[in-house]
């Protein structure tokens, strides 16, 4: 008799009309300072009602200003930068 698959596929609903994720790249000079080591900053919102997350990139990584590391926001803006 044969042995039913150990692990059934799994589905994953999808969203009809998903929160768009918008990325801006700002310069960091102008809003940080000119002397600053900031690579990358952008402003990211998560949905059209999201609040405004500020995200860096400097000697210390990617991070949100306000949420830190873990925060949604810095995958989106590292796959923005990405291209």
Known sequence: MPQPPSSAPTSRQLELFPDPVIVEAADPRTIVGPRTRVRHLFRVRLGRASPVHLVF??????????HGRACPAVAAAKEHARG
């Open 57 to 66: 990139e400097d000697r210390h990584g990617w991070y949100c200003e306000e």
